[in-house]
């Protein structure tokens, strides 16, 4: 497969490079110097369409391809000079052509002038403007086919937006954010046809006054610009579709988005009910989606954050699992009440259905036992979330953000289990239940005194609650000599329950001095403060229906152990903090102290327990601006990790049928040092992008487990592990693009070795786990010709835990195709192979998916019809593995059978 793309390509590019010729030369201004990030066009003499385009680079040199036997008007230009013209034919003998252009000088040039040709790539400062036609093949639907067709710019397989190796943190349309930013909803749900322009926004701070204060580097937003005809206008599409969903179930998939921009107000309204597998919003999602709330004091050296329940929620492998079934609405808008006060807001409501079935084979290390498990898993999130914005700006001097984020969520779930373990079996009956609520408060202030003196004031609260309950029905006696279980019964009925109230509040004020237009000072005052309330108690259901509580362990060594939480734990951080940043040269430096003092307090189980720490927290940031679009950047900072009250409660809690947990009042901080240096390069001269970063941590006094192991059953507690026994992380990040002529290259790599210290049964353990991800792929992008993109990903994990070394191989090959025939016809195709195999090859696992869709349009019709396959092949199973201190385990996961659909869409 491999040979046949590779001579595909070749044949390609060779018949590419024999129809066209370079065009090289250089652009000057009057005086001689070269013009950086000039743009050169070349249009068809007779037809006006645009042949190629270029970008000059940091010598002004520019080269265009061009195909023979046309003639040509070149135009080039660039802010504050004439625009100048030339013509040139190409004949079918012509060899590559020099040609340069001497820019002149327009006195009273302002940036607003207008150009009278669309160029396909403009730079200007930190912003590249794209004109989505320009890039356009005529197979693109939703924006994230657009993006992938823009340099530099990519779509992860979560449908996230990376623009030269960064995330994208903000996605806008028309200059409002589209549901706070969120990419994956934008690139999966804004039509293709509606994007006239793509900008992308780098070193990018919502905030006027605060551009170019702090270190914007790692920032990048996109703005959307509408086509006019989707401005003041209503614009959407209504997708509804049935099927077959394997040999006997009914498929359905119904879909309507509708949107409204304009100068005045928006309302984005998006919708998804399907049962093919389709999820456009996970758990996962939910979670990670903070509603724009920024990580409070970034770099001020605190790492303390709120965990979650600790369920262990079972979860989808790549969004597959053997039954899908989705509900989800959602709607966003914002409304400029006037010059001076904008309104937004948006809410999210998601109603998951999900069946997953799973084998899988766990050897834990220190008692050398292997867990061989099947379970069926039937779960249900139901989430929901609202947000409103407020930002009030009366002029340019004062600026005020209020945002208020409320989250509510149901998530249950039931699974069998059937485990085999040591000559025994157990037959397992779970039951989870959280119901968590939160409301999230933030409030900004921004006020600019004068030029040399500005302030920022930020006051956040969290107010959560959680309330998970555990259930376990179980065919063996659970840690029988530490739950005082009755032993009589024939099966046992194991309960936990839980609730954490949180109430978390951190402020802040900045104070920047501007030195001068190289320097400024930045002083920062501020606090964390967190209450958390921890009860928990574990309980037997008896078979006549009475319960039996747990209050305390038999006596273990002489000594009874609490089963009953009821823990009060707060947290606070003042922190004083000083930087200064200084440009010299193509160099900034942005060297930094924090002071911090820290208290913490746990009153349980009658007795009370404080620390107080003072510690002083550096942190540098350098950046070398080599070019305009090269740099290099170092960070390096220290930073304190505080855990919350799940790590702080003494009582047991029992988290699973095998897996029993023990807080500790006595732990203490954990220290990490955190280095990184990344570099990158975004050259349009060439269309060359290359992006890579090293990073190296050491963590010490961890927060380590030290854990009891007695075949599959465990106990563990929290503890800071020596000082002589560091975790350390070493991981380096590689990316490369090339677009030669109508062909995209691309290629990464992510390696990551991590050595680790746990206790197992008293003894010290070092784990170490060494993955490695590779991809290539090459990818075209015709207009009257089909694309394809093919590619292969390599994944290698080599776990060695504890002596055990175990290595697994993913070979992962895939081929994309999309064509235009008879006009009005569309046909796309996926295509993925898997092989996963482990060293010794006792495991030898191979399966394939293939997608396609066959569309339908005549001319202009808003109609579209289309017949959707998915999983032709029928695959049933896919397969992972996964690593920790205490065992390696390696699963597999049953999807959803083959899917046959027949869609209607019509276009609004």
């Known amino acids: 497969m491999k040979k046949i793309l590779w001579a595909i390509l070749l044949l390609l590019t060779v018949s590419l490079s024999a129809q066209t010729i370079k065009v090289k030369g250089v652009i000057k201004d009057s005086i001689g110097d070269p013009l950086e990030l000039a743009n050169v066009i070349a249009t068809e003499k007779e037809s006006g369409a645009i042949e190629s385009y270029a970008i000059t680079n940091f010598e002004g040199r520019f080269q265009l391809d061009l195909t023979k036997n046309k003639t040509y008007v070149l135009r080039a230009s660039f802010l504050g000079y004439e625009t100048q013209e030339k013509s040139l034919t190409v004949a079918d003998d012509s060899e590559d052509i020099d040609l340069n252009f001497t820019l002149n000088s327009l006195a009273d040039e302002l940036e607003g002038v207008e150009i009278t040709y669309e160029m396909p790539v403009t730079v200007k400062g930190d912003t590249i403007v794209y004109n989505a036609d320009s890039f356009r093949t005529g197979e693109e639907r939703k924006l994230g086919d657009v993006m992938k067709n823009l340099p530099g710019v990519e779509v992860n397989d979560a449908g996230e937006i990376e623009v030269e190796g960064k995330a994208v943190t903000k996605v806008m349309v028309e200059g409002k954010d589209f549901f706070d930013g969120d990419s994956k909803l934008a690139t999966k749900n804004i039509p293709a046809d509606a994007v006239d322009k793509v900008e992308v926004l780098r070193n990018y701070n919502e905030v006027d006054q605060m551009r170019g204060l702090g270190n914007d580097q790692d920032n990048v937003a996109i703005n959307i610009r509408l086509k006019e005809g989707k401005k003041n206008f209503w614009f959407g599409e209504v997708t509804a579709g049935g099927g077959l969903v394997g040999d006997d179930e009914a498929g359905y998939l119904v879909h309507p988005k509708l949107f409204y921009y304009s100068p005045k107000y928006s309302i984005n309204l998006i919708t998804d009910f399907n049962n093919i597998g389709e999820?456009?919003?996970?758990?996962?999602?939910?979670?990670?989606?903070?509603?724009?709330?920024?990580?409070?004091?970034?770099?001020?050296?605190?790492?303390?954050?709120?965990?979650?329940?600790?369920?262990?929620?079972?979860?989808?492998?790549?969004?597959?699992?053997?039954?899908?079934?989705?509900?989800?609405?959602?709607?966003?808008?914002?409304?400029?009440?006037?010059?001076?006060?904008?309104?937004?807001?948006?809410?999210?409501?998601?109603?998951?259905?999900?069946?997953?079935?799973?084998?899988?084979?766990?050897?834990?290390?220190?008692?050398?036992?292997?867990?061989?498990?099947?379970?069926?898993?039937?779960?249900?999130?139901?989430?929901?979330?609202?947000?409103?914005?407020?930002?009030?700006?009366?002029s340019t001097d004062f600026q005020m953000d209020y945002d208020v984020l409320v989250k509510a969520s149901k998530q249950t779930e039931d699974a069998g289990v059937f485990s085999q373990f040591d000559g025994r079996d157990n037959s397992i009956s779970e039951a989870k239940e959280n119901k968590p609520f939160s409301i999230n408060q933030n409030m900004n202030l921004y006020y600019t005194l004068d030029d040399k003196n500005i302030f920022a004031g930020q006051v956040q609260h969290l107010w959560q609650d959680e309330d998970p309950f555990y259930n376990a029905i179980v065919d063996l006696l659970p840690f029988g000599g530490i739950l005082p279980v009755d032993t009589t019964q024939n099966r046992f009925n194991i309960n936990q329950a839980k609730n954490i109230r949180t109430s978390k509040i951190d402020a802040k004020v900045d104070y920047y001095y501007v030195l001068n237009n190289t320097s400024n000072l930045n002083v920062t005052l501020g606090t964390t403060y967190s209450n958390q309330q921890f009860d928990s108690n574990i309980f037997q259901l008896l078979g006549n229906g009475d319960r039996l509580d747990f209050s305390q362990t038999p006596p273990i060594d002489g000594e009874t152990l609490p089963l009953t939480n009821d823990v009060t734990y707060t947290f606070s951080d003042v922190f004083l903090g000083l930087h200064y940043k200084v440009k010299t040269g193509a160099f900034i430096f942005t060297p930094g102290l924090t002071l911090h003092n820290y208290n913490l307090k746990t009153d349980q189980l009658n007795t009370s327990n404080s620390q107080n720490d003072w510690m002083v927290l550096p942190d540098v940031n350098a950046i070398w601006e080599i070019k305009k679009s090269e740099n290099l950047r170092f960070n390096y900072a220290v930073s304190a990790e505080y855990t919350d009250v799940n790590d702080y409660a003494e009582a047991f809690v029992f988290n699973n049928y095998n897996r029993l947990f023990r807080g500790n009042r006595n732990l203490e901080n954990a220290l990490s040092h955190n280095y990184n240096l990344t570099y990158f390069s975004f050259n349009l001269f060439n269309y060359t992008n290359i992006s890579g970063s090293l990073n190296y941590s050491r963590r010490i006094n961890g927060y380590k487990s030290n854990t009891q192991i007695i075949a599959i059953n465990q106990v563990s507690s929290p503890f800071n592990i020596d000082s002589n026994f560091p975790d350390e992380t070493?991981?380096?990040?590689?990316?490369?693009?090339?677009?030669?002529?109508?062909?995209?290259?691309?290629?990464?790599?992510?390696?990551?070795?991590?050595?680790?210290?746990?206790?197992?049964?008293?003894?010290?353990?070092?784990?170490?786990?060494?993955?490695?991800?590779?991809?290539?792929?090459?990818?075209?992008?015709?207009?009257?010709?089909?694309?394809?993109?093919?590619?292969?990903?390599?994944?290698?994990?080599?776990?060695?835990?504890?002596?055990?070394?175990?290595?697994?191989?993913?070979?992962?090959?895939?081929?994309?195709?999309?064509?235009?025939?008879?006009?009005?016809?569309?046909?796309?195709?996926?295509?993925?192979?898997?092989?996963?195999t482990n060293e010794g090859n006792t495991v030898d696992n191979s399966y394939s998916f293939v997608n396609a869709n066959l569309y339908y349009r005549k001319g202009e019709s808003p109609w579209e019809f289309q017949l959707q396959a998915t999983n032709i092949l029928d695959t049933e199973a896919i397969n992972s593995d996964s690593f920790n201190e205490q065992f390696n385990t390696t699963s597999q996961y049953f999807v959803l059978p083959r899917i046959f659909m027949f869609v209607v869409k019509y276009e609004l």
């Open 279 to 394: 999820v456009p919003f996970t758990f996962r999602d939910y979670f990670n989606f903070t509603g724009g709330f920024r990580n409070f004091n970034r770099g001020g050296g605190t790492n303390f954050n709120i965990s979650d329940s600790g369920l262990g929620f079972a979860v989808t492998q790549n969004n597959r699992a053997n039954e899908l079934e989705t509900k989800f609405l959602a709607g966003n808008f914002s409304w400029a009440v006037n010059k001076k006060w904008d309104l937004s807001g948006f809410s999210i409501l998601s109603d998951n259905k999900t069946n997953i079935v799973n084998n899988s084979i766990r050897q834990y290390i220190a008692s050398g036992s292997t867990e061989i498990s099947s379970s069926e898993t039937d779960q249900r999130n139901q989430l929901g979330m609202v947000k409103l914005s407020s930002v009030y700006k009366p």
């Open 730 to 836: 070493y991981s380096a990040v590689g990316r490369f693009s090339k677009r030669i002529k109508k062909i995209q290259f691309n290629a990464s790599a992510n390696v990551s070795l991590a050595k680790s210290n746990n206790v197992v049964n008293d003894i010290v353990r070092e784990s170490e786990s060494f993955t490695q991800n590779y991809r290539g792929s090459v990818r075209t992008n015709f207009r009257n010709w089909p694309n394809f993109e093919g590619g292969y990903v390599l994944s290698v994990n080599n776990y060695d835990n504890g002596g055990l070394e175990q290595k697994f191989y993913t070979h992962r090959p895939f081929v994309n195709v999309d064509l235009r025939f008879l006009k009005d016809f569309t046909f796309d195709a996926e295509w993925e192979y898997y092989k996963y």
